[in-house]
């Protein structure tokens, strides 16, 4: 075994044998290794890599941070199909859909005696040198101007929920963070990404020397770049205490002169013209790519369309094909036609000319016979492996014969293999129906449990008709096919795999075929007594046609060599041409280099009689350095130089051009960047600029013409140096039927026109066009002045990157010169490009050997990338790595390309290791926005009055004042306190029960009259205001805050009207969860904290809880020793006293409300009697509310409008109110459809979790409950209760789901609420029954209002503050969802954030709302009561419009919009639409972007995908993706999550992590915590699956 050989022998002195052992092992080794053992090696592009790596020598390169990645990650799966020791010396490397793969020889030992040092080894930092993360980050977000949860002060800061106040220690992701921020981040640049950091270019400060020109030539030995480098990197890094000392005089990041330059052209004005504000357009946003004035372009003369020599004139060629077997095989039966070779390199059977020629005559009678139902002019399958040439043979002069089509595929095996489902629809549009094979190929097909074949994806019903001896049917004598009609000129059709994965059939006209089979025999002068062994597939391609048909057509003997023979043991094709004296080869460069990797000291190998080695690759310029070591090596063998034949060769054309035997080579080296520009360059021998050799593919076939145009348009005629397309035709003289090489595309008669049908035109010459055909070939290249083709490369396999093109071989090339032998698998890589945002990306995926580190693997990838930059001048925009026999292969081993692009844009990949660089690549981002400062909120009111707009305002209905009359003094404090209204109704209505809880089995576990909860109360308020008792306290005087810590229930009700019966201001809390209190816990101790509550009110369950050893020693550590004296609500009181506490003014505070936000702070807002009664009116009048009625809440009860339905409505307006804790329906997700039916609830209220967990539990069980009864028929109003932007496709599919149930989709709504006012918009009830005393009460209750709206507005608008309507369907549109109507009394205007000006209606901006139930104000916001920067969100005013109402600051962005429906009033709807938070809005690039878009285009871009969150850290988007499947299929979510966000958005994602499904936080709302996340992630608290840094 070579590989380890150094490892496997502990003691190499041990004996003379051992030594003599070694010492042959070694030099073997060391003769290999000095080769150039594969085709993309040469010694100048190697030495060219080197000098671009050395360059950044002096140039100071960040180190990246590397991908955190999980410890079950980075134990791999079990390599598959990994062979042998002695086959990992064959590496394959292939970039094209061809059939086999390029090869290169390595030794996989590892140690450090046996490879050469890396040019550059991207050294690691010691630990000690890494930075903690706050530390860095912490000034540039101080310096920015959008702040985030570090900027605020401890007293003007809002709280973030922690689980301990102690900072963390530094942890690896905090250290990979803090590496890389001040490298690519500075902190003076703004919060934006407009700046793409460029890594290769990074200089530590001004004083720095300047880097080395681009334009210098050096070249350094590896071991002097590695010492270089790691002192530079080692010595670049600062310390902890440089960085802080001089950071404002540090210039930590240059950008590359390429984005310079592009900054500097693009620069926009400060003042742009009007209707640039207006701009959404995509093409205009998009920066176009900058047109390089310095780019090389063509100066020579347009070439003339070159001709080939004349066919050579014999009177005795075979009209047909069929003929030529026709007469070999009548002339000499016995002759050698096809011999098939076995694994061992033996004779397994040789057909004769006569032996064919009868075969094919029974297998045209089998087919034709009334038993298959065949007719001439069909297609039929042939399916056959590569180690049957005979069957295959006759079969196929058996369809020829018979006048059917031939369409050769591949043996399927299963609907996975790579392209197997595009050729079955290949079949399908040939209309095949027949399908020819052996019995020993249909054993190996998929089979049925009844022994039929399995039907694969994709693929037509087959008839399987096998054509072994015994079945085939024996032809009468005399026997002659039927004459041939028009529709037999058809010979065959090849499938060929296009650049994007879509599969085609290639047709061949007969006569086509014959007249090519001429050209090929008079050229190459093939004769019946030349040998050919064919290396090649002889299915399809050059092994076909030289092998199958211009072979048999001259009548010569052919030798097929399998490919399983060519990977077991490659050195024994040159025994046969030894053993058989052949004079004729067909290869691949991929052979040759096997041969000489397995080569053994073979005196025998005699090459003396060949006079021939087509290369059927040989246009490729990476071929030429197998060719030279093969011809180095067997020179001495007697292989002649001039025996290599390199060819050109298209699927559309065939054979394009060859080297005629005998003829010298011709070779030139091409500037790589002027090749990119399609310039021919040539570059001197001493010249270290990067190049490429070439070697010519010889001449123009004889009988043929060839130009070369340009690629893309009309096909105009190249200049002299000048790349471009060839393109051939037949002599017009000479012109076949239908005029052309290939025929055509079948079924495909656009492609085809384009394609086979071409002219030529002269542009210099009146743009005359040429009057024959040309067929585009595929081939990049020119023809040199003496007729020689000369190829670059291929059409696909170019890709055109800010408008350059370059070769994927090329990059391929470049990569393979980075120690190749230590990572890359058997060399086997894929170089193509995905499009992206208007332009195509260099993607690169690679095979990674087994044994390399994280550590290893990162630091190579970094190599690639500065390397392919250096060389080709772009960046890779993705650099994959992938396990051994990761890559898709086609059936003979080659990489296939196709699918490895399709797999990689589905993410089906699976890499391991993964490294994006979208900064470096992607240049044409939009232009930022400018925010004009000087630009006031007069200047806008006065465009919009000389505009005409509307302004942004609606109010809701009218709220009739409560009488101040004296003698209605009475009543109308009744209905200013809640607690008045309770004694009220429990003396009219004593037995009306009010609340009623349902238990886990859906009945009624607890109820509430109003008797009952009156005489509840009172006595928890005796319990609050007994004397001092065993707590150890005094009794609770009025105005003292009281925690309220219960369960959803009952007794949460009648403990906040006992704390209003004493006095006391109740706050709701909800209790910590016993089995999660390192969680919980930290939330209630700091709302007990900062409230200042003097007792909790609980009960038994949860004050053991509180008083466990756990949560005491929870508090200990956050240095609070006890609890609150606590009161459990089943306590008597000592003593009953007489409760009459009547509050002496509606302004006295009732409670307090506390909530964490999305946004991660926590506040307590402080609600007064007058606006608790004011919200309660406002609902019953909207909702219709009154005591016959039944509402249904499934909500959280501790907070916002979920509090004041739970605890306040039913007191105020009588109803009954029938309570479903939303815990309940976890274990049973049918409750709340069960509750909801049973009790014919007309109103239900529940919030988004409850939706979802409806969404999921109930999917599947929907007929089920229909037959057992349940209906939603009933309810009249639906409304999901939430703080955020309606979530229209949630809502929409959960009305889908319930509408075989009853559900109205008019019944569906969503409410709109916020901190300053819990209830702004709700929808109203639609035409309810109304009582008449509710009629005569409340005159304007019952109307009518229309139904919940939506719209369509344009994403890109919204970035800029405005609102543009777009049809549905539109590209970059958004549905939008009402949120209800404006609640009565209640008044909605939308005003400009900034300048705090009235908006129009066509203007985004924020929500303002004066009403009667908007909170008093802040009464905690960590740190103590509310100071004057948050009282500005209750006391706001314009600056223009109604500058005299005074408004509460709602913090949520939306729009006003009036539509065409009309109210029951006959007044105009105005719409009220909400976009999102403002505080979680990520200003980026000088535009306002909301979470939940990128968020919603995250989740779509990918199945795998069950949630997303999108948050903005220290100058970076971050996106954490929930992962749904294994985690091996994390890394593949990367790019998916780059791209849709670089394609919707325009931005670029820092980091993306992807972490176990429920790792994003969620509030009792359902609404994610999106700074929770933030946090948890840069405290490392997270336990991501897989962390990527696209830097």
């Known amino acids: ?135 860095h980050i912490q000034q540039p977000m101080k ?93 670049s890094r600062p310390s902890v205490g440089s960085i802080n000392d001089e950071q404002e005089n540090m210039s930590v990041t240059k950008v590359s002169d390429k984005i310079q330059q592009l900054l500097l052209t693009l620069k926009r004005p400060k003042k742009k013209p009007l209707a640039e504000y207006f701009q959404d357009e995509q093409e205009e946003l998009l920066e176009n790519t900058t047109v390089d004035e310095n780019a090389p372009k063509p100066e020579g003369p347009v070439t003339a369309v070159r001709e080939g020599e004349p066919l050579p004139s014999q009177t005795n060629i075979p009209h047909s094909i069929e003929a030529a077997i026709h007469r070999c095989g009548s002339a000499n039966p016995k002759a050698p036609c096809l011999t098939s070779v076995d694994l061992n390199g033996k004779t397994a059977y040789t057909l004769t000319y006569g032996k064919l020629l009868s075969r094919m005559y029974r297998v045209a009678y089998t087919l034709l016979h009334k038993r298959h139902g065949l007719q001439a002019g069909q297609r039929v399958a042939l399916v056959f492996p590569n180690s049957e040439p005979i069957p295959f043979t006759y079969s196929f002069y058996g369809c020829l014969l018979a006048g059917l089509v031939p369409v050769v595929v591949e043996v399927p095996m299963s609907s996975s293999d790579p392209g197997s489902s595009q050729l079955g629809f290949l079949l399908g549009n040939c209309g095949v129906k027949a399908a020819l094979t052996t019995e020993h190929c249909m054993k190996a097909l998929p089979k049925t449990e009844k022994g039929e074949v399995a039907h694969l994806k994709g693929w037509p019903h087959l008839q399987w008709v096998m054509i072994d001896s015994r079945n085939l049917l024996k032809n009468p004598s005399g026997w002659e096919p039927a004459g041939q009609s028009v529709t037999n000129q058809l010979a065959y059709i090849e499938y060929k795999t296009c650049k994007l994965g879509s599969m085609v059939g290639v047709v061949h006209t007969r006569a086509a075929i014959h007249r090519h089979c001429r050209s090929v025999v008079g050229a190459l002068r093939y004769n019946p007594g030349d040998i050919m062994v064919n290396l090649l597939d002889f299915k399809r391609g050059m092994g076909l046609v030289h092998g199958i048909l211009a072979s048999m057509f001259s009548g010569m003997h052919v030798y097929c060599i399998p490919y399983a023979l060519m990977k077991q043991n490659p050195i024994q094709w040159l025994n046969i041409i030894t053993k058989n004296k052949a004079s004729i080869a067909l290869v691949k460069s991929r052979d040759l280099h096997w041969t000489l990797a397995m080569q053994r000291d073979n005196a025998n190998v005699n090459l003396k009689t060949l006079r021939m080695m087509l290369i059927s690759d040989g246009a490729n310029p990476w071929s030429i350095g197998s060719c030279d070591m093969f011809l180095a090596e067997f020179e001495k063998r007697g292989l002649h130089r001039n025996v290599i034949s390199p060819c050109a060769w298209s699927s559309e054309a065939l054979t394009v051009s060859i080297k005629r035997p005998a003829t010298d080579a011709h070779r030139t080296a091409l500037s790589l960047h002027d090749m990119s520009h399609n310039v021919i360059h040539e570059e001197t021998p001493t010249s270290q600029t990067p190049s490429v050799v070439l070697q010519d593919c010889g001449n123009i076939l004889p009988g043929c013409k060839m130009a070369v145009v340009r690629m893309e348009g009309e096909p105009n005629l190249c200049q002299t140096d000048e790349i471009g397309e060839v393109v051939v035709c037949a002599k017009p003289g000479d012109t076949p039927v239908n005029g052309s090489l290939g025929s055509w595309y079948y079924g495909l008669k656009g492609i085809s026109e384009r394609v086979f049908k071409s002219h030529p035109v002269d542009e210099n010459n009146h743009r005359r066009r040429e009057q024959a ?56 890589i894929a170089v193509f490009g995905i499009s992206v945002l208007k332009d195509e990306r260099l993607v690169v995926v690679v095979e990674q050997k087994p044994d390399c580190s994280e550590d290893q693997c990162f630091k190579w990838m970094s190599n690639v990338i500065q390397a392919v930059e250096g060389i080709h001048n772009v960046g890779v925009y993705c650099l994959s790595l992938l ?293 309660c009116r406002s609902m019953k009048l909207q909702c219709e509310l009154y005591p016959s009625r039944s509402v249904a809440l499934c909500l959280d009860p501790y907070s916002g409008l979920g509090l004041a339905l739970w605890c306040l409505s039913s007191v105020f307006s009588g109803h009954q109110t029938i309570m479903l804790p939303p815990l309940e329906l976890e274990a049973n997700p049918q409750l709340w459809l069960q509750t909801v039916s049973q009790f014919k609830v007309r109103d239900a209220f529940l919030s988004y979790a409850v939706v979802e967990q409806c969404m999921k539990g109930l999917t599947q069980q929907i007929m089920n409950l229909k037959e057992r009864g349940m209906t939603l028929s009933h309810v009249r109003t639906c409304v999901i209760v939430a703080e955020e932007r309606p979530r229209v496709q949630l809502t929409s599919n959960f009305t889908k789901l319930f509408k075989d149930l009853g559900l109205s989709p008019r019944a569906v709504s969503t409410t709109f609420g916020c901190r300053v006012n819990v209830a ?112 500005t969100h209750f006391q706001g005013y314009l600056k223009t419009g109604d500058t005299k109402t005074q408004y509460a600051r709602t913090g949520f962005l939306g729009f006003l919009k009036r539509t065409e429906l009309t109210s029951a009033t006959g007044e105009r709807h105005d719409a009220l639409y909400v976009v999102g938070s403002l505080e979680e809005t990520l200003e980026l690039r000088g535009m306002r972007y909301h979470p939940i878009d990128i968020e919603n285009s995250v989740v779509r871009c990918s199945s795998k995908i069950s949630e997303c969150a999108v948050f903005h850290s220290t100058n970076l988007l971050v996106v954490v993706v929930e992962l749904k499947g294994p985690e091996n299929t994390a890394l593949d979510l990367v790019p998916l999550v780059t791209n849709v966000i670089l394609e919707e958005h325009y931005l670029i994602a820092g980091v993306v992590a992807v972490a176990d499904p429920g790792s994003i936080p969620i509030n009792s709302r359902g609404e994610k915590q999106r700074m929770h996340l933030r946090d948890s992630f840069l405290q490392d608290q997270l336990d991501p699956i897989y962390v990527a840094y696209n830097m």
């Not at 080395?212 to 590695?226: K, M, R």
């Not at 009055?945 to 004042?961: F, H, I, M, N, Y």
């Open 773 to 828: 055909s040309f067929v585009r070939t595929g081939l990049v290249g020119y023809l040199n002045p003496s007729g020689r083709l000369f190829v670059t490369g291929k059409t696909d396999g170019l890709i055109q990157i800010s408008g350059r093109v370059l070769n994927a071989d090329d990059i391929v090339a470049t990569v393979l010169a980075i120690e190749p032998i230590r990572f890359v698998y058997r060399g086997r």
């Open 883 to 1175: 396990a051994p026999n990761g890559l898709p292969r086609t059936p003979l081993g080659g990489v296939h390309l196709s699918e490895t692009r399709s797999r990689f844009l589905d993410g089906d990949l699976r890499p391991r290791n993964i490294l994006m660089s979208p900064h470096q690549c992607v240049v044409n981002l939009p232009k930022p926005r400018q925010k004009h400062k000087d630009i006031g909120a007069a200047s806008v009111l006065q465009g919009q009055v000389v505009t005409g707009v509307r302004l942004a305002e609606s109010k809701g209905r009218s709220l009739a004042p409560l009488m101040e009359e004296e003698e209605s003094f009475e009543k109308t404090r009744k209905f200013q306190y809640l607690s008045e209204i309770l004694r009220w109704r429990s003396q009219s209505t004593p037995d009306h029960a009010l609340f009623s809880q349902i238990g886990p089995k859906g009945t009624i576990s607890h109820q509430l009259t109003c008797m009952q909860l009156h005489k509840k109360a009172e006595r928890i308020a005796q319990l609050l205001l007994s004397p001092p008792n065993q707590h150890g306290m005094s009794a609770l005087s009025t105005g003292d805050n009281v925690a309220l810590m219960f369960p959803p229930g009952v007794e949460l009700v009648a403990a906040f009207y006992g704390c209003l019966y004493a006095g006391c201001v109740p706050v709701p809390v909800r209790p910590p969860h016993a089995r999660s209190l390192v969680s919980t816990l930290p939330t209630v101790r700091k709302i007990i904290e900062i409230s200042k509550v003097v007792a909790i009110l609980s009960c038994g369950p949860v004050i053991r809880t509180l008083r466990s050893k756990e949560a005491l020693s929870l508090l200990q550590t956050i240095h609070i020793m006890t609890w609150p004296p606590m009161f459990d609500i089943d306590e008597s009181p000592k003593k009953r006293l007489p409760i009459s506490y009547r509050p002496p003014t509606p302004e006295l505070l009732a409670y307090i409300d506390f909530s964490i936000t999305t946004a991660g702070t926590l506040a307590g807002i402080k609600m007064n009697h007058c606006a608790a009664s004011n919200i």
């Open 143 to 235: 310096k920015s101007d959008s702040k985030t949860m570090d900027d605020y002060s401890p007293e003007t800061r809002p709280f973030t929920i922690t689980s301990s106040s102690a900072k963390p220690p530094p942890t690896p992701l905090t250290k990979k963070l803090a590496d890389i921020m001040p490298q690519i981040l500075p902190g003076s640049r703004p919060l934006s990404q407009n700046l793409p950091p460029d890594v290769a270019n990074i200089t530590m400060s001004a004083n720095s020397g300047p880097p080395a020109s681009s334009n210098s030539n050096f070249s350094l030995h590896g071991a002097e770049v590695t010492e270089a480098l790691q002192k530079k990197v080692l010595s």
């Open 1 to 135: 075994m070579l590989v380890n050989e150094s490892k496997a022998r502990p003691d190499l002195n041990n004996g003379s044998n051992a030594n003599r052992q070694r010492n042959t092992k070694a030099a073997m080794s060391k003769r290999r290794h000095s080769r150039r053992d594969d085709r993309y090696r040469s010694d100048a592009h190697t030495e060219a890599v080197l000098a671009a790596l050395a360059k950044r020598k002096t140039k100071r390169i960040p180190v990246l941070p590397i991908p955190v990645k999980r410890q079950s990650l980075m134990v791999h799966g079990v390599e598959t199909n990994i062979e042998s020791s002695d086959d990992d010396l064959q590496t394959d490397v292939s970039t094209g859909d061809d059939d086999g793969s390029l090869t290169r020889r390595s030794n996989d030992s590892s140690s450090p005696s046996s490879t050469a040092p890396s040019p550059v080894t991207g050294q690691r930092v010691p630990p000690s040198l890494h930075l903690n993360l706050r530390e």
């Open 1320 to 1431: 702004v918009c709700m929808q109203p009830a639609r035409l309810g029954i109304l009582s008449e005393q509710i009629i005569a009460d409340e005159p304007n209750m019952g109307a009518s209002c229309p139904d919940p709206t939506t719209v369509y507005v344009d994403m890109r608008a919204l970035r800029n503050d405005r609102v543009a309507l777009v049809e549905k369907g539109s590209p970059h549109s958004l549905c939008l969802m009402e949120t209800g109507k404006i609640l009565p009394g209640s008044k909605v205007v939308i005003a400009d954030p900034d300048t705090l000006g009235q908006c129009s209606d066509s203007r985004l901006g924020e929500i303002w709302v004066s009403s009667g139930h908007t909170a008093q104000g802040y009464y905690a916001v960590y740190g103590g009561e509310g100071t004057d920067t948050y009282q």
